[in-house]
C-alpha cells in the first residue's frame, strides 16, 4: 500500500512557476507509476502527467506541454510537477496518484491518492 501526501500549492501569478510535490510512504513506491491529475468545481478529474517507475517515460495532457514536467525521486519517495508559464485555466486542486504501466490517462486505473493540494493562478 502507498499513502500519498500533496504539498507546495498556492496563488501563483500567470507566467509565473510553482513546483508540487507528493511525498509516499510505503517501500512500493519505486515499483508504480506515478500521475497527477486535477479537478475544478463542477468538473471532472482531468489528467495532466505521468511518469513511469524508473522515469524512462513521461505522458502530457496537450495543454500541458512545454509548460509542466513531472519527475520523481525514488530514493526520497517523491514524485513532482514543476509548473512553468501556468495560465489561470490551470487553476484547480491537484492530486498524486500511483497508477499503472503503461501510462494511462484514466482516473479508474490509478490506485491511491493523495488528499490534494489547491493551485490558483491569477491573471
Known amino acids: 500500500q502507498v499513502q500519498l501526501g500533496e504539498s507546495g500549492g498556492g496563488l501563483v501569478q500567470a507566467g509565473g512557476s510553482l513546483r508540487l510535490s507528493c511525498a509516499a510512504s510505503g517501500r512500493a513506491f519505486s515499483r508504480y507509476a506515478m500521475g497527477w491529475f486535477r479537478r475544478t468545481p463542477g468538473k471532472e478529474r482531468e489528467f495532466v502527467a505521468a511518469i513511469t517507475a524508473s522515469s524512462d517515460s513521461t505522458y502530457y495532457k496537450d495543454s500541458v506541454k512545454g509548460r509542466f514536467t513531472i519527475s520523481r525521486d525514488n530514493a526520497k519517495n517523491t514524485v513532482y510537477l514543476q509548473m512553468n508559464n501556468p495560465k489561470p485555466e490551470d487553476t484547480a486542486v491537484y492530486y498524486c496518484?500511483?497508477?499503472?504501466?503503461?501510462?494511462?490517462?484514466?482516473?479508474?486505473?490509478?490506485?491511491?491518492w493523495g488528499q490534494g493540494t489547491q493551485v490558483t493562478v491569477s491573471s
Open positions: 496518484a500511483a497508477g499503472p504501466t503503461p501510462l494511462s490517462d484514466y482516473a479508474p486505473l490509478y490506485n491511491y
